[in-house]
């Protein structure tokens, strides 16, 4: 099963801050990886998919970037509704395997 | 709308069966591939099976194979996860989303997703 792991686990920030948000496979996954954005109680949303490609309606302050092991997700100007868990996950390999998440908190 | 609708989730006791179901509306439902994933409390998220259009491929986590079983229904625009010999560790949040690809190179991603409905097992 390819591993992905997120850095950092826990994120702290306020408003206004550029984040950066790391994805790592532990395999070559070439740009199979989507980013979802998670609130408590809540189903996860799509941010990002083909690891660049900006989801309809998604704000343009969010953006991936990478290809093969390594990912990121930028905020380019965190917003208060931007506070919330980011997960990654993989689609190169069944099982599709999900990171651990990030939670971005209010510094 | 398009809209995902998640049921049949309940307490049961460990070893048990459950099946969950997925109604969709407002898309063609039979043009997708659909999954469940899963959120154990206080938990990240875990694919749990995918099932391709016509039904005729499934794929299935480990830790799920042997005891769960996905499957659809065009006609009905459903699909569903019958799951048996329950376990306490398959306590969750379960939800169905929809599995959507790019056009030319048929990357796929979970663009539509259900609100959940929750499994809880135990004794």
């Known amino acids: 099963d390819i591993q992905m792991t997120q850095s950092p686990s826990t994120l702290s920030a306020s408003v206004g801050d550029r984040v950066t948000i790391t994805c790592r496979a532990s395999?070559?996954?070439?740009?199979?990886l989507a980013w979802y954005q998670q609130k408590p109680g809540k189903a996860p949303k799509l941010l990002i998919y083909k690891a660049s490609s900006l989801e309809s309606g998604v704000p343009s302050r969010f953006s991936g970037s990478g290809s093969g092991t390594e990912f990121t997700l930028t905020v380019s100007s965190l917003q208060p509704d931007d506070f919330a868990t980011y997960y990654c996950q993989q689609f190169s390999s069944y099982p599709w395997t999900f990171g651990q998440g990030t939670k971005v908190e209010l510094k | 709308e398009v809209q995902l609708v998640e049921s049949g989730g309940d307490l049961v006791q460990p070893g048990g069966s459950l099946r969950l179901s997925c109604a969709a509306s407002?898309?063609?439902?039979?043009?997708?591939?659909m999954s469940w994933v899963r959120q154990a409390p206080g938990k990240g998220l875990e694919w749990v099976a995918n099932i391709n259009k016509d039904g005729s491929e499934k794929y299935y986590m480990d830790s799920v194979k042997g005891r769960f079983t996905i499957s659809r229904d065009n006609a009905k625009e459903s699909h569903y996860l019958q799951m048996n010999g329950l376990r306490a560790e398959d306590t969750a949040v379960y939800y169905c989303a929809r599995v959507d690809r790019t056009f030319l190179d048929d990357y796929p991603y979970m663009d539509v997703w259900g609100k959940g409905t929750t499994v809880t097992v135990s004794s």
């Open positions: 395999q070559s996954i070439s740009r199979w």
């Open positions: 407002g898309f063609y439902f039979s043009r997708y591939s």
